[in-house]
C-alpha cells in the first residue's frame, strides 16, 4: 500500500491550500482514510478523518470551519482544502489510511491507522 501526499508549499497568511493523498495497493472506496501534521518540535496530532464512503468527517477543533476533507473514490484521493490559514497551521502534513475495510469510526489517534504517506510541508507565512 502506497500513499502519496502533495500540494504542500508557502502561504501567506489567510491563503488557502490544496493537499492531495492517492493511494495505490488497496481498495481505495473501502478505505476510511485521515490526515495528521506535525509541527517542528510538536508530537504529530490530528487533523480530519473521512469515512470510507465520504459521508462521516471528523476535523480537530483547531481547524473546524477552515478546513474541509473530501474523497474521489474513482481517482483513489483524498484531498484536505484548507482556508483561511494561520501561522500555527505550518506543519507537515500526512495522510493515513485505515487497514480494516468498512470501518469508520471519526479516528482521532495514530494507532487507528496502518498505512502513512512521506509528509508534505506546509508553511504560512506573515
Known amino acids: 500500500v502506497q500513499l502519496q501526499a502533495s500540494g504542500g508549499g508557502l502561504v501567506q497568511a489567510g491563503g488557502s491550500l490544496r493537499l492531495s493523498c492517492l493511494v495505490s495497493?488497496?481498495?481505495?472506496?473501502?478505505?476510511?482514510m485521515g490526515w495528521f501534521r506535525q509541527a517542528p518540535g510538536k508530537e504529530r496530532e490530528f487533523v480530519a478523518a473521512?469515512?470510507?464512503?465520504?459521508?462521516?468527517?471528523a476535523y480537530a477543533d483547531s481547524v473546524k470551519g477552515r478546513f474541509t476533507i473530501s474523497r474521489d473514490n474513482a481517482k483513489n484521493t483524498v484531498y484536505l482544502q484548507m482556508n483561511s490559514l494561520k501561522l500555527e497551521d505550518t506543519a507537515v502534513y500526512y495522510c493515513?489510511?485505515?487497514?480494516?475495510?468498512?470501518?469508520?469510526?471519526?479516528?482521532?489517534?495514530?494507532?487507528?491507522?496502518?498505512?502513512w504517506g512521506q509528509g508534505t510541508q506546509v508553511t504560512v507565512s506573515s
Open positions: 473521512i469515512s470510507y464512503s465520504g459521508r462521516g468527517t
Open positions: 495497493g488497496r481498495t481505495f472506496s473501502s478505505t476510511s
Open positions: 493515513a489510511a485505515v487497514g480494516r475495510n468498512y470501518y469508520y469510526t471519526g479516528a482521532t489517534t495514530e494507532y487507528e491507522y496502518d498505512y
